[in-house]
């Protein structure tokens, strides 16, 4: 009885209740409500409770109940989303990983999972003040402990006052508390040297993901040639195609310059911006720095009609700078600075922290329309907040502890150590991965990836395309069974025709990505000579 009421109270349950109505329900509060009609006992039991009884409805009507929810019946721009980093290569390898669990044996011992940017599951530990700030936050008698720094307690009752209830089980406004969203605007003020931010244009958001979908929801309209057109950089994160796909946009590509080092062409832009005119209505451009899956950061450059960007802070090559957008429309003056439609996406997930888990992170929106922003606000008030935990990370990174305080030094001694093993791992990646016939890798300047050109010889193509998938999916299916290394191939980010690459994270540790990129040089060798293409 109390599972039929519990899922006739929180649940959508497509053509089930016609049968038996009405019903006595339980609402979430446990209180009983009253009606006339068969029993909870006499009909939910029959329906819900066991195969047995669902068997024994079917018989009565003369059949089972033909399915509601079919593929026929799916919504077709859910079947049209992709999303290759978390695709049939990973599902694979789950499988791979329980089999050996299972007391299976293959040439390997462990699955290395390097198609995600995955920070602690990699094995980078935790920035201590994050974690003791967020402890402190979810049991504040933790503020009683001398294990805690005085520092940290400071923030932490600070996020707690601006709590329902000085509880961070409450809800927040929908765009977030109010004051992280006023340390959020200090960091962007800081960080692009005094260019002005305000706190009410901070919106906290689930990971960076969370807004990217917000905003693009604002932007979809329109039908046929008027449809909006979403410009997107290729080799691309799957999120955005996937986003397009599901609203049912147009993918508009531009694509990065491989043999310059991955960069941004403005006359490429121009080229897909009018190519796409002829079909649908461009109207927003998105720009990730530093790049993802190309590791590729954006030089200072001059770029109107910008609507949206994404932003990590892990820039970390010694001759790279990272540059806000903002920033940059700041100093192209008023015009600009004053009138373009901007927004920029920050997480706990891809800086030095790493905080995947957490799924905090904010954006800022500047120059929208007052009215548009209402209607923002309104679409944001839906999901009610985002989690409050991700919110007091997210709070940690934008406030860190400061040169006066007692934690500072622990706290810069270990970002320092996640950058510099980062930029360590990207040396070491590109040097071993060129060293390989038939393999070319770009430098990798920021983010946690690379992107590396990979030669498929013209058999194992003719081999993939008679098994029906893409030559880079064929060449990490092998590279996954024969080494137990998961990366994820290049089609699932796009690329130009007739080049083939696959992603991977620099994440692991030293020593297991040594053992990860000389398992690829051996297999790719060893590919090369199977095909009978190694000179």
Known sequence: M????????RSLIAGALDQCSPLTLTSLTGVRHKSQGPSVEKCGQMRFLTAEAKAAAGRLEGKLRE???TLDTLNPQVKAVEYAVRGPIVIKAGEIERYLEEGGTKPFSEVIKANIG??????QQPITFLRQVVALCTFPELMDSPSFPEDAKWRARRILQGCGGHSLGSYSASPGVECIRKDIAAYIEQRDEGVPSDWENIYLTTGASDGIMTILRLLVSGKDSSRTGVMIPIPQYPLYSAAISEMDAVQVNYYLDEDNCWALDINELYRAYQAAKLHCQPRVICIINPGNPTGRYIVKLFLCQVSWKQEHDNVYTPDCQFHSFKKVLYEMGPEYFNSVELASFHS??????????????YMEVI???????????KLLSVRLCPPLAGQAAMDVIVNPPQPDEHSYKQFRQEKSSVLGALADKAKLTEQILNAVPGIKCNPVQGAMYAFPRIFIPPKAVEEAKALGMQPDMFYCLRLLEETGICVVPGSGFGQKDGTYHFRMTILPSIEKLKVLLGKVRDFHIRFLKEYSALE
């Open 118 to 123: 995955d920070a602690h599951a990699m094995g």
């Open 367 to 377: 120059n929208m329309d007052p009215e548009v922003k209402a209607q923002m606000v």
């Open 348 to 361: 706990t997930s891809k800086g030095y922290t790493g905080e995947c888990g957490f799924r905090g992170g």
């Open 2 to 9: 109390y599972r039929l009421q519990s899922l006739a109270a």
């Open 67 to 69: 399915k509601t929810l």
